[in-house]
């Protein structure tokens, strides 16, 4: 009995390494557009994705038959939440300027391609409210981008 529970665990632990040297990459980068931190340097970003990796983990035998990134995108999403007020000081990020909320429904929406009923769901909001905070948030965006009078305009790189 011993043996076959230490047989399990080490093939979940190994599952679980698998699906995180395959997602962990693209998590990160949404908890650091979530987070408003610049790539370089992003402390509460990865602390962010340990929080909602450990919490996948937790759950990982009982997520057969679902999508795992998608169990694991909706820990980081909600365990952003329950932390976005750390999040609204400038940190020199990309998406610093804009509010915890419209960060999280542009990341869902343009990052990650997450259908708009899906997250109105996720985030407990109607479709039309999520479609409002995306176009405030890209109009934003674009008028990041428009160069003030007498300045050049930034360059900005695409990936």
């Avoid at 694991?72 to 999040?87: E, P």
């Avoid at 300027?97 to 985030?123: N, Y």
């Amino acid at each position: 009995m011993r043996q076959r529970r230490s047989a399990q665990q080490r093939r979940r632990a190994l599952e679980f390494e698998t699906f995180c040297a395959g997602a962990a990459g693209r998590l990160l980068h949404a908890a650091q557009l979530l987070t408003a931190e610049p790539p370089d340097a992003a402390p509460q970003a990865e602390r962010l994705l340990t929080r909602a990796l450990a919490r996948t983990y937790a759950r990982w035998d009982r997520l057969r038959g679902e999508d795992p990134y998608e169990a694991a995108r909706q820990q980081l999403i909600s365990r952003f939440a329950q932390t976005a007020w750390r999040y609204r000081r400038t940190s020199g990020g990309l998406l610093d300027r804009l509010s915890p909320q419209e960060r999280l429904v542009l990341v869902l929406r343009m990052s990650e391609g997450v259908a708009e009923e899906q997250t109105a769901a996720a985030l407990g909001l109607p479709p039309e409210r999520v479609h409002q905070i995306l176009l405030r948030a890209s109009a934003a965006m674009l008028s990041r981008q428009t160069p003030a009078p007498g300045r050049p305009r930034r360059e900005v790189a695409t990936p």
